[in-house]
């Protein structure tokens, strides 16, 4: 199926990271794939880093997304678990950008105000609203959230571009019948 854009969402994890595509056409969203990257089982932080490159980047080759949205590391406590997030981060970000593809971050406050309307909401809830926002049956989802968390991202990616812009936006309603004449003569 063709798409008018095709927006890559990823959840970054140093021990699973989650994927999710979705698909645009005007109004019409359709998830792609979304899955998980299982890295647990790799012992070695760099090859972690290694796997997480490789398979961004096969996706991004088999899937040939127009965006890629990414969700900001958040900030904690552990110094030693931010840096290993960060450069998950940063390993999937350079797959995107080694195909030239744009990148947009969002906050995983952000993701979850936008998607279920809580910023403290849980990845069952994440989940949960994909499945309405979506039409996605719950038991066909992946068992780890960070897939339907990245899905996620990618979606709040497509909410935040349908934004009207505020660079022409007027202030008040009298600048606004200025800069739309046409609406006064409907009255």
Excluded at 13 to 27: A, E, R, S
Aim: with cysteine; proline share 5%; glycine share 10%.
């Amino acid at each position: 199926m063709d798409y008018d854009k095709i927006i890559m969402g990823i959840d970054p994890g140093t021990n699973v990271m989650g994927y999710g595509i979705l698909g645009v056409n005007g109004k019409t969203l359709t998830p792609i794939i979304l899955g998980a990257i299982e890295l647990h089982k790799l012992g070695d932080h760099y090859l972690r880093l290694a796997r997480i490159y490789e398979r961004v980047l096969g996706l991004v080759e088999q899937y040939l997304p127009d965006e890629l949205a990414i969700e900001a590391p958040f900030y904690g406590k552990n110094v030693q678990s931010m840096l290993k997030l960060g450069r998950a981060q940063g390993v999937a970000m350079a797959a995107a950008l080694a195909r030239d593809i744009p990148i947009f971050e969002y906050a995983p406050l952000k993701v979850k105000q936008v998607v279920t309307g809580n910023g403290g909401a849980s990845k069952e809830q994440v989940a949960t609203m994909l499945c309405h926002i979506l039409k996605l049956q719950r038991d066909k989802l992946p068992t780890l959230l960070d897939a339907t968390d990245a899905l996620a991202v990618a979606l709040t990616h497509y909410y935040e571009n349908q934004k009207p812009t505020s660079g022409g936006g007027a202030k008040n309603w009298e600048q606004f019948l200025k800069q739309h004449p046409e609406r006064l003569a409907k009255r």
